[in-house]
């Protein structure tokens, strides 16, 4: 059985830092693309960052590039997103993705609803 699981998750005040986690386990990963999406309150689910299982790609939301690092660890089978300077309109709930035979920026432009794989999320509450 497929399993994404996030954690890292909190409350924090604007210009702070997370780093979200995300464990996959339940079958081999390594033709997948993982990514990071969120869903703020009354919006729909969005995409923010993604990344080859190598690595060696990445893509990234515009309004978090350069604050966002996205990065993986194979031999831990864990995906993470480093948040920098976070501001009040990245408060969501944080969903970990693994999407097959994509690549990350074609991760970013696909429906919701086609995307492989979810974990159940991890809120991020940023304070003003």
């Known amino acids: 059985q497929v399993q994404l699981v996030e954690s890292g998750g909190g409350l924090v005040q604007a210009g702070g830092s997370l780093r979200l986690s995300c464990t996959a386990s339940?079958?081999?990963?390594?033709?997948?693309?993982m990514g990071w999406f969120r869903q703020a309150p009354g919006k729909e689910r969005e995409f923010v960052a993604a990344?080859?299982?190598?690595?060696?790609?990445?893509y990234y939301l515009l309004s978090v590039k350069g604050r966002f690092t996205i990065s993986m660890d194979n031999a831990k089978n864990t995906v993470y997103l480093q948040m920098n300077m976070l501001k009040p309109e990245d408060t969501a709930v944080y969903y970990c993705?693994?999407?097959?035979?994509?690549?990350?920026?074609?991760?970013?432009?696909?429906?919701?609803?086609?995307?492989?794989?979810w974990g159940k999320g991890t809120l991020v509450t940023v304070s003003s």
């Open positions: 993705a693994a999407d097959f035979l994509v690549t990350p920026q074609a991760m970013s432009a696909r429906p919701i609803h086609s995307i492989d794989y």
């Open positions: 339940g079958r081999t990963f390594s033709s997948y693309a």
């Open positions: 990344i080859s299982w190598s690595g060696s790609s990445t």
